[in-house]
C-alpha cells in the first residue's frame, strides 16, 4: 500500500502533475465503473433523482484527484453513492409509492379542454413555457389541437394528440 502512494502521492501540497494526472486516470476508471454500476438510468433518465448521482459523484471524486481528502475513503464513499442509486432504483421498480416519493409523478396540466393552473403553479410552467412545450412536442401552438399535456417526472413536457 506504501508504494501506491508513493505513485499517487498524499495530501494536497505536494502532489506532483504526474501524482495528479495518475490519480485522474484512476478516478476516470472508478468513476466510470460506479456510474455502470448504478446503472444506465443515471445518465439517461435525467430526473432529480438521476442528477443527484452525478453531481455527487463529481464533488466526491474530485476530492480524491485533487488530494484534499483520503483517497480511499473517498472512492468508498462515491461506492456508496453508486450503490444507492442503483438499490433505490431497484425498490422503486417494485414499490410505486417509494417510487414517487424519490422520482416524482407526473401532473396533468391540460387535459379535455381544461388547464390545471394548480398543477402548472406546483409545477412552476408559465403560459409561455406551455406554448413552447406545444410547439416542440406538439408541432402545433392550440390547445384546441391536443388532448392533453402533462409535466413529466423529469420536468419535460409532453404532449398527446
Known amino acids: 500500500m506504501n508504494t501506491f502512494y508513493e505513485l499517487i502521492g498524499e495530501g494536497t501540497e505536494n502532489l506532483t502533475a504526474?501524482?495528479?494526472?495518475?490519480?485522474?486516470?484512476?478516478?476516470?476508471?472508478i468513476g466510470l465503473l460506479f456510474i455502470r454500476l448504478a446503472g444506465r438510468r443515471s445518465f439517461g433518465m435525467r430526473s432529480a433523482f438521476d442528477n443527484v448521482i452525478g453531481i455527487l459523484l463529481g464533488a466526491i471524486l474530485?476530492?480524491?484527484?485533487?488530494?484534499?481528502?483520503?483517497?480511499?475513503?473517498?472512492?468508498?464513499a462515491a461506492l456508496v453513492i453508486a450503490a444507492l442509486h442503483r438499490l433505490f432504483a431497484w425498490i422503486s421498480i417494485y414499490s410505486d409509492g417509494f417510487g414517487g416519493l424519490i422520482k416524482g409523478n407526473p401532473k396533468v396540466i391540460y387535459k379535455d379542454g381544461r388547464l390545471s393552473h394548480d398543477n402548472m403553479k406546483r409545477c412552476l410552467i408559465t403560459d409561455k413555457d406551455l406554448v413552447?412545450?406545444?410547439?416542440?412536442?406538439?408541432?402545433?401552438?392550440?390547445?384546441?389541437?391536443?388532448?392533453?399535456?402533462?409535466?413529466?417526472?423529469?420536468?419535460t413536457l409532453s404532449v398527446v394528440k
Open 62 to 76: 474530485s476530492r480524491a484527484v485533487v488530494g484534499a481528502s483520503p483517497f480511499w475513503p473517498t472512492v468508498c
Open 132 to 155: 413552447e412545450g406545444l410547439r416542440k412536442q406538439g408541432n402545433t401552438e392550440r390547445l384546441e389541437d391536443v388532448k392533453a399535456v402533462y409535466v413529466e417526472r423529469d420536468g
Open 18 to 29: 504526474g501524482q495528479m494526472m495518475l490519480r485522474s486516470l484512476i478516478i476516470f476508471l
